[in-house]
């Protein structure tokens, strides 16, 4: 949206909500002619101070409904009614940019459906980790923007409940990203703020702003398809750049000659040529090994030690970012078992867990497909945001508490609409909150029941226990202030029944499928380890690392520790320290 896509009408309303300067709906014919004159095909409307009274944006987008019906309008005051002009705006024009895809999509979605005779309703995956319907995801796309990879943090702490183990690092890579997210106390970490299209990769405030929920995560740009390079230094780099899924990597055979993570890991012996997909599609090792060779000689050193260079850099840049990842949120990572799934991740995490100093590495059966198993333990749930801004001494608490039963109301209307009775629902109700004079708040839960007076003490000491978790200390009489009010909206979550022993023994020797050479750091080079097939592994079945173990969406490579398989046929590995 450059400068001259930049409209204004005349209207003011002042931060208290209070009017100013009315809108006048005489002035808008000339700026639809000047929208038709752009060629603009949808508008986000971002008016001062609409988070705290949208008349004035509720009039516009009536207005340009009736003068302009082929434009898709979002309005600010109905996208993130929230505090901080820049960010409301920036969220509610990326908002309006995707919508009309993502209407057509949809759309064409549910007429495919229907034309197979699926008349189940059909629901959205929300990044904060919620499931919507399709009207809400049409209004809202941008509450998707992180939905794939949402789901898979929810399955991580879907397991880690299952298993007694409510903390853990979930750890997900694919063919071009890897994604690490922690999942605390049964709960993976939501931010409700996020950023799109950073130039720089971790630095934060290089990318725009989009104010909606999502669960925690740290992306690094490295997956299967990412492609290794020197840089002017000489210096080996691996990734963000991907050889995507056409042409792919070289071994692919499909035209890719750039050298890429997973040509480093067949010819590390991680990968079953023959294997790839189940048996699928067969990988070319010698094109692999050509494209290692644009690396290996500027090296002055082998394809072997050029391709562990490529899956070590990977490894270690995964698990500096998952460290940080944990730091900056008051954890010790060492403290976290990592749950690793998607195509590449158990090819990668055994040694991105010992980086870690990881106790155990638990991958799940069908690690490559686990992500889709998030969407089935996903609850319905939508979350609102009402910005009101007030020092704690003088907040006035009936308002506050107004606030939260209208946003609770919202909500219980929203699910209804889903088919989720009001009794089956719970409201989840944080503040943000801050020290007078910072810049930025922290999410502190607030307790059930109404908020009154009496609420304020409850309310400072929740402030100093979550700021003293972050930070690990606290600034003794510093008032407070809170800028922002959340309540999360959600139904009844979908139980999984996922125990069993299912096929296969629980008798580790009758799974084993012969041998392959793989490269094993401990031993100096190559080294004969045994290959277990995924689904012969029966509930209470062990065996020793190192081992390869294959299913047909991913394999687990493990260099050393003790392995089982327990009730929930979840591959447990107890790691060397």
Request: proline share 7%; hydrophobic share 40%.
């Amino acid at each position: 949206a450059p400068r001259r896509r930049r409209l204004e009408v005349d209207e003011r309303v002042r931060a208290d909500g209070s009017i100013l300067t009315p809108f006048d709906p005489a002035q808008m014919p000339a700026i639809v002619a000047r929208l038709r004159e752009l060629g603009a095909e949808a508008v986000a409307v971002s008016l001062l101070h609409a988070y705290r009274n949208p008349v004035h944006e509720q009039a516009l987008g009536a207005t340009l409904a009736a003068l302009a019906p082929e434009l898709v309008v979002s309005l600010s005051s109905e996208v993130v009614p929230e505090i901080r002009e820049y960010e409301r705006a920036s969220t509610t024009l990326a908002n309006v940019y995707v919508r009309p895809l993502v209407e057509n999509y949809l759309r064409q979605l549910e007429t495919q459906l229907r034309d197979l005779g699926v008349t189940a309703p059909l629901f959205v995956m929300l990044s904060s980790g919620g499931t919507a319907t399709i009207e809400t995801a049409r209004r809202f796309p941008i509450r998707l923007i992180e939905s794939g990879p949402a789901a898979g943090a929810l399955a991580a702490a879907h397991y880690g409940n299952l298993t007694h183990r409510p903390n853990v690092l979930s750890f997900d890579m694919g063919g071009t990203t890897a994604k690490a997210c922690l999942i605390d106390g049964g709960e993976p970490l939501v931010a409700s703020d996020f950023e799109v299209a950073r130039v720089y990769r971790f630095k934060r405030g290089s990318g725009l702003p989009v104010r909606v929920p999502v669960i925690e995560m740290i992306e690094i740009g490295a997956g299967g398809g990412s492609i290794a390079r020197l840089d002017t230094l000489g210096l080996l780099k691996v990734g963000p750049d991907s050889a995507g899924a056409e042409p792919g990597p070289a071994c692919y055979g499909r035209g890719g000659t750039e050298p890429t993570v997973t040509d480093a890991d067949l010819v590390l012996g991680y990968l079953d040529p023959a294997f790839f997909l189940g048996g699928r599609m067969k990988l070319d090792k010698q094109a692999a090994e050509r494209a290692i060779g644009r690396i290996a000689a500027p090296l002055g050193m082998g394809i072997t030690d050029a391709a562990w260079g490529i899956h070590q850099v990977v490894n270690e840049n995964m698990a500096g970012a998952a460290r940080i990842h944990a730091v900056e949120r008051g954890k010790d990572p060492r403290a976290y078992p990592v749950f690793a799934f998607g195509g590449a991740g158990p090819v990668h995490a055994y040694r991105v867990a010992r980086i870690l100093g990881a106790p155990e590495l638990v991958v799940p059966l069908g690690a490559g497909v686990t992500s889709a198993l998030g969407f089935l333990v996903a609850p319905l749930a939508f979350d609102f945001v009402r910005s009101y801004f007030a020092p704690l001494d003088t907040l006035d608490w009936t308002r506050a508490d107004g606030l939260l039963r209208e946003m609770e109301d919202e909500g219980a209307a929203t699910l209804a609409a889903a088919g989720a009775a009001r009794e089956s629902l719970t409201f989840r109700r944080t503040a943000e909150m801050r020290y007078k004079g910072q810049g930025h708040e922290i999410p502190v839960v607030l307790p059930d029941g109404p908020l009154t007076a009496a609420s304020c003490p409850v309310l400072e000491s929740a402030f100093a226990e979550t700021y003293r978790g972050l930070y690990g200390r606290i600034a003794e009489g510093v008032p407070l202030e809170i800028l922002t009010w959340r309540v999360v909206t959600s139904g009844p979550r979908p139980t999984l029944d996922l125990s069993g022993s299912g096929s296969g023994s629980t008798d580790a020797a009758s799974a084993r499928k012969g041998e392959r050479e793989m490269y094993l750091p401990e031993a100096g080079g190559y080294a004969a380890v045994p290959i277990y097939d995924r689904y012969g592994l029966a509930s209470g079945a062990t065996f020793p690392g190192p081992a390869i173990v294959e299913e047909r969406e991913s394999t687990v490579i493990i260099g050393g520790g003790d392995c089982r398989i327990d009730e929930y046929r979840n591959l447990v590995v107890t790691l060397p320290q």
